[in-house]
Nanobody, 120 residues
């Protein structure tokens, strides 16, 4: 199994910055991609940002230009740098990763989520 551990959430004022991190652990052969999703109360889970092993990135429209995703491949680690935060960014942020386990079985895993609250 592959587990994802997230950290870095918290309370921040509008206009502030926050960085989330996520580490994948377990019987990993390769990770094809890692990303972040978020879910606000009463809303569907939505893509925030994702990055693939080939180096491509994709961002949700609402965070383009404000958030940056980066990955440390050798450590199975992904960061989400968030700046110019708005109250509407308040949500539980979930890490996501997909690839292959050591037994060549495909996996797609989710973290437990970390709360980000943007409020004055």
């Amino acid at each position: 199994q592959v587990q994802l551990g997230e950290s870095g959430g918290g309370l921040v004022q509008p206009g502030g910055s926050l960085t989330l991190s996520c580490t994948a652990s377990g019987s990993i052969f390769s990770i094809d991609g890692m990303g972040w999703y978020r879910q606000a109360p009463g809303k569907q889970r939505e893509l925030v940002a994702m990055t693939t092993s080939g180096g491509s990135t994709n961002y949700g429209d609402s965070v383009k230009g404000r958030f940056t995703i980066s990955r440390v491949n050798t450590m199975n680690l992904v960061y989400l740098q968030m700046s110019s935060l708005k109250p509407e960014d308040t949500a539980v942020y979930y890490c996501n990763a997909w690839g292959y386990e050591s037994n060549w079985k495909q996996f797609a895993s989710w973290g437990q989520g970390t709360q980000v609250t943007v409020s004055s």
